[in-house]
């Protein structure tokens, strides 16, 4: 690789495939491997002093001639652009977990965000500093100063909110927790070894030292569980029930707040220092974790075996393009109901089940996108509500599985407010009850207030007070006038098959073909009839037609006039060939169809049977009544009036 200027700076990539060389004012990655072709971009105004590329966020870091330094992704995109600092950059340097870096110039030392805003800014009297290096556990740094000199740094005053307590690292070996409520603070000593990671969150302080994992209650500050580490731990993740730890040693490992190993998840091409927060999400039975090797795919395992899904269920979810952040949703009970969020290189949001629904002939289409240019996104801890900055909106949605159950009313079951007080790329830092923290560019800690009514929804859904959440109901929209909760009530009711309920809700909000749809399959009378309709409510015909053929006695009639319905005629004929019943009644609704559209037959397989079977209206309608009356009689209901299914075609 020939560039035509003296290089200064350099490093390597994440993957140990290419190296990035301050080339003059450009940036240029170069495979080395033969044949691989070059990026390169203009960085600076002035020559690339250096350069640095952090393994876990995949983000590269410059420094020039021009007193700025810049962040930038692997495609050359600028993230970050700092102003003239009055000196030329030095050296830069990525902390190893990728959530800051360090900044140095002529008697200046800064600590910033992997975003690009200065947490701290120091003045050493040490000449221009040429070089910089973190220790492995990010908690200390080291300077090297044109004047001889060498300069030492410890992170500290980092701070971690959570309900009312606040807790912020004031020395290497000590925690202040505040609680804002009572307005109690204690403190915390850790004569053990310094504290290299901490989390707050869930009613519980845990907090790391190079060998040691302590957990404190948020109600008892003075005897803490103690953990023994081999390794220095690098990430904590916490969820209702259990925690995660990450270190170089053991991997991920997974623990109760009352400090039991419960398992250590792992899989091919695992990396432990390849991960940062975003790339890992806990849930009570679930953690999902961003596969390093390929980047398309997450990897989700059994928090109680620490082994992926199994028995027919999946163990990875595969994306088309690269993910960026996973989110697993944190109040659902059962891997039946959790969710699982993720942010993608293009910048859009999707969903989709940890478990997918098994089908019989096809797949359901797991994964659904619930908006594009998200910034950010995060669950709620007292429900399945999820909030994210996207195009300069603050957008939650208060159900966001309806997107699995019917679209039109996920716009019902969400609100949308103007984010521009935040500023360009914020980030939602938490959100916890009826709280959104936002993290802006410049580094100033904001929040919103979001309505805490679908909180108090879900609290009574879990607990079957359906009495009480439809007062809950009646109350906000008589008090705020407001469709949201009606709407989110509605697609509750509908996924739990509450068919009464449902009614209710979509009458509320005026819906009336939906309401209609609502009423059609509260006629029918099998259960297994019930439940392919609301299947194909949510646009899964496949499902739908597996309910009905894998009930006992199979509902066939049922499975080909749903396909009849949806004009699929091949399909229609071929499960009453398979069968060998209602030939000649998909035959008579083709016939039928064909004739009010003026058209003619032209389908060879159809023109065979209709010279094969004849069609006898009196005969079909025969074999129709005798399938109602047999469903009705399963069923153990008297026979009501026809449903939508059986009337027929004209």
Known sequence: MQTGHSLYALAWSPDSESVVVGAGRDLAIKGVQAGRKQLRWPAHEGLVIAVDWNMVNDLLLSGGEDCSY???????????????????????????????????????????????WSHSRDRPQSGSLTSLTWTPDGTQLAAAGGNGSVVFGQVIERSLEWD??????????????????????????????????????????????????????VTNWNTPYILDMRGATSLIVQAATHFLTLDTAQGVQIWTYEGRHVSNPRFQNLRADYLSGRAISLSEDAVAILDRSSPKCVRVCDVSTGRPLVDG???????????????????????????????????????????????????????????????????????????????????????PNAVAIDRDLLGLASTSRDAADFGKSP??????????????????????????????????????????????????????????????????????????????????????????????????????????????????????????????????????KLNIRLFRWSRALELAVQHKTHVDTVLGYRQAFLKSSGKEETDKRFLQFNSEVAVDWEVISAKKEKEREDEHARAGTRRGPSSGMDREMK
Not at 368 to 382: G, I
């Open 313 to 399: 269920r999946a163990a990875e979810v595969v994306h088309e393009c690269e993910v960026e952040e996973v989110f697993l949703s944190q109040f659902s009970k059962g891997l039946s109901e959790r969710r699982l969020a993720f942010i993608d290189r293009n910048k859009e949001l999707w969903l989709c089940p940890v478990v997918p629904t098994p089908v019989g002939r096809g797949s359901v289409p797991a994964k659904h996108k619930l908006h594009t240019q998200v910034e950010s996104a995060a669950w709620n801890d007292k429900g399945d509500i999820l909030t994210a900055i996207a195009d300069g909106r603050l957008i939650t949605w208060y159900y």
């Open 70 to 116: 810049r962040v930038w992704d692997s495609f050359g995109r600028q993230m970050f652009q700092s102003g003239g600092l009055g000196y030329t950059i030095t050296s830069v340097k990525w902390c190893p977990n990728g959530e800051t870096f360090a900044v140095g110039a002529f008697n200046t030392l800064r600590l910033c965000d992997k975003t690009g």
């Open 164 to 217: 009312i307590f606040e807790a912020t690292l004031v020395s290497p070996f000590k925690i202040k927790v505040s609680d804002v409520g009572s307005e109690v603070v204690e403190e915390l000593d850790f004569s053990g070894g310094r504290v290299v990671e901490m989390s707050l969150g869930f009613g519980h302080l845990v907090a790391a030292t190079h060998n040691q994992v302590l957990i404190y209650s």
């Open 427 to 560: 980030r939602v830092i938490s959100f916890y009850g009826a709280k959104v923290m936002v993290r802006r560019a410049d580094g100033a800690l904001l929040s919103a207030a979001v309505a805490p009514y679908p909180a108090m929804l879900y609290a009574s859904v879990r607990g079957q007070r359906w009495e009480e959440a439809v007062r809950l109901c009646r109350h906000v929209s008589v008090l705020v006038q407001s469709r949201e909760l009606w709407a989110c009530m509605g697609c509750m009711a509908l996924n739990g098959k509450n068919l009464q309920l449902a009614e209710e809700a979509l009458a509320a909000i005026q819906e009336v073909d939906k309401l209609e749809f609502v009423q059609h399959v509260l006629k029918v009378s099998s259960e297994e009839g019930r439940n392919a309709e609301l299947a194909l409510y949510r646009r899964c015909p496949e499902e739908a037609e597996s309910i009905l053929l894998q009930a006992s006695p199979p509902l066939i009639y049922r499975a080909i």
